[in-house]
């Protein structure tokens, strides 16, 4: 499979990005894996125009960085989203992106497998209930196949995540891919 993997803190090499890149690290033993720092492109969020829906090939009339995402989603065959907890949402970031695939366009996309990478400061598990809800429903909405949520809670700090066996957990749900 070419799995891409969204990744959405701005922190560089935090939490998130140490969790995606285990779980990376286990998929590309049998699959082509490219991780996308959001955070690292000027992605604008979309501003709910539906002119994408009139234009040819329904493209979004905002020629950012997104343009290049959306190339590399419509040759993929599973998404990975990964964010940090944001006031019980995604980060803003990933969130721009997400809100971007709301183009036709993206009925083109061959995508039926997804999964989620979470970690948050608190350790409640309940940290994670409104994205873990918001996943649930997309996975209904576009009838995407669940390949695996690994969520991790009470890391702050960063580099928090070391040594936590989800780090672990990650890597073999790449692996099993
Ligand atoms: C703007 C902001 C909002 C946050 N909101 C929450 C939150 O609602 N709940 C929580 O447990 N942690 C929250 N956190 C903490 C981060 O989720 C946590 O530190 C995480 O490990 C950061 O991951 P990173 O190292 O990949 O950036 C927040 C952090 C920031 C910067």
Redesign the pocket.
């Known amino acids: 499979m070419k799995i891409v993997v969204l990744t959405g803190?701005p922190?560089k090499g935090?939490?998130?990005?140490i969790l995606a890149q285990s779980f990376a690290d286990g998929a590309k033993l049998n699959n082509d894996v490219e991780i996308i720092d959001v955070c690292n492109r000027n992605v604008n969020p979309c501003i709910g125009c539906n002119s994408c829906f009139l234009r040819d090939g329904n493209k979004c009339f905002q020629n950012d960085d997104m343009q290049e995402i959306y190339a590399k989603l419509s040759a993929a065959d599973m998404l990975v989203v990964a964010s940090?907890?944001?006031?019980?949402g995604i980060s803003a970031q990933l969130k721009s992106v997400i809100d971007r695939l709301h183009t036709p366009m993206r009925k083109t996309f061959k995508i039926k497998r997804l999964a989620l990478l979470l970690?948050?400061?608190?350790s409640k598990e309940s940290?994670f209930d409104a994205i873990a809800r918001q996943y649930e429903l997309i996975l209904d909405y576009f009838h995407f196949e669940d390949k695996g949520r690994i969520f991790v809670a009470g890391?702050?700090d960063?580099g928090?995540i070391a040594g936590r066996e989800e780090l672990q957990k990650a890597y073999l749900l790449g692996k099993s891919l």
């Open positions: 803190s922190r935090g939490n998130t990005d940090p907890v944001y006031f019980y970690t948050a400061a608190s940290v890391v702050n960063k928090a």
